[in-house]
């Protein structure tokens, strides 16, 4: 389950209990810290929280001023600055050397496009899509407000406050086709306004080849970072929903249908049947399509067998591309795993390093951001969009 979908079932619960309480977004990151903008908690009017923005260091005093903000019924912008060592508020201390903003909003539950509800509808239709919120205004400003919001999505589709829905639209577009998230000062016919623009994506589709007993962690794991797994294999007796209750999809599919099968062109797609003859056909059908990624579970030498038996008609540098690319076997991270738990971990690691584009390595050794989107420079120097008007 996705911390999305936990925050949707807790302000469900909330609401139908007739509990107020209050969203708390990361919404502005400067330097390091342990959650990105676009982070958010669920606080209710008696203090009980879901989601996190932060390891924890910051719950605690976000928790209280979230409540005040559902007192007053007033959104309040909050800013904590961890790179005090001589601050010992909130029991920080050196912290993680950023600063955190954080955006406090009370829910309406009667307003069908307050923040909760617009991420239902991106949860709902799950496409790439772009989350607008404005956080900082002109204080002379009368009409634009801090919490306003613009959803837009991949297709085109907008919700939210139509006195912002053109300036904010333009930056999103743009934004979704960057794909990274960031936060711009955008001047609107309302005044000038600083806006989060966040980029959502859909969940990672992961198909499993093979519905034998390793492929239970490996759905087991992939499911609780809220992938959407689809199970398949030839054995009735093997590729039950039972035996994979986390799947959103178990299909039984014999060899010789594996052929006509379309390849899911944005899934992570796993091989690790234990049956070569079901692991050729389904490299075969997988090679010639576009997925970003084929993981096949054995020897570099029984890939090579199998490349070479695969009737693709591929010259040999389009299979040297495939195979440098996009097959990625022996697969998993080399993590000295032995158990199926451990290789689930390694498998489902690689992938996760693939998705992000990113090259395995300790963090430790790394010179560059450990996260691609984190700013160098202060808020005020942020980058400009006044001509996204």
Request: include cysteine.
């Amino acid at each position: 389950m996705t911390e999305l979908q936990r925050l949707l079932l807790a302000y469900d619960r909330h609401r139908a209990g007739g509990r107020p309480c209050a969203l708390a977004t990361v919404v502005e990151v400067l330097g390091s810290a342990y959650r990105r903008p676009g982070a958010r908690m669920l606080v209710t009017d008696d203090g009980q929280l879901t989601g996190a923005i932060s390891g924890g260091c910051l719950e605690g005093d976000a928790r209280q001023r979230a409540r005040q903000a559902i007192f007053r019924g007033q959104p309040a912008l909050v800013t904590y600055d961890t790179r005090d060592e001589d601050d010992p508020r909130h029991g920080l201390g050196p912290g993680c050397q950023g600063v955190v903003r954080i955006l406090l909003e009370p829910l309406d539950f009667d307003a069908a496009d307050n923040p909760m509800e617009l991420l239902r509808g991106f949860a709902q239709h799950p496409e790439p899509a772009v989350l607008a919120t404005v956080f900082e205004t002109d204080a002379t400003g009368l009409r634009a407000a801090v919490g306003q919001r613009l959803l837009l999505s991949a297709a085109g589709a907008l919700r939210g406050t139509p006195l912002l829905a053109a300036p904010l639209a333009e930056a999103a577009r743009a934004t979704l086709t960057q794909g990274l998230s960031q936060v711009l000062d955008i001047e609107t016919d309302a005044g000038p306004v600083r806006v989060l623009l966040e980029v959502l994506t859909p969940p990672l589709r992961l198909i499993v080849y093979g519905a034998g007993n390793d492929a239970q962690p490996l759905v087991h794991l992939a499911a609780s970072l809220g992938w959407h797994i689809t199970v398949v294999d030839g054995r009735p007796n093997l590729a039950t929903a039972a035996r994979f209750p986390e799947a959103a999809e178990v299909r039984i599919v014999p060899v010789r249908e594996l052929e006509t099968q379309i390849p899911e062109a944005g899934a992570y797609h796993v091989l690790l049947s234990h049956n070569y003859a079901y692991d050729l056909a389904a490299l075969q059908n997988l090679l010639p399509s576009s997925v970003p990624y084929i993981g096949l579970l054995g020897p570099r030498a029984k890939a090579g067998r199998l490349l070479g038996e695969a009737e693709l008609n591929l010259s040999e540098a389009e299979a040297a591309e495939a195979l440098q690319h996009r097959l990625h076997s022996p697969i998993g991270l080399s993590l000295g795993g032995e158990t199926p738990e451990e290789i689930a971990l390694a498998i489902v690691a690689e992938i996760q390093a693939v998705k992000n584009g990113r090259r395995p390595q300790h963090l430790r050794a790394t010179t560059a951001a450990i996260h691609a989107d984190s700013p160098e420079h202060p808020f005020e120097l942020r980058p400009k969009a006044a001509e996204m008007r």
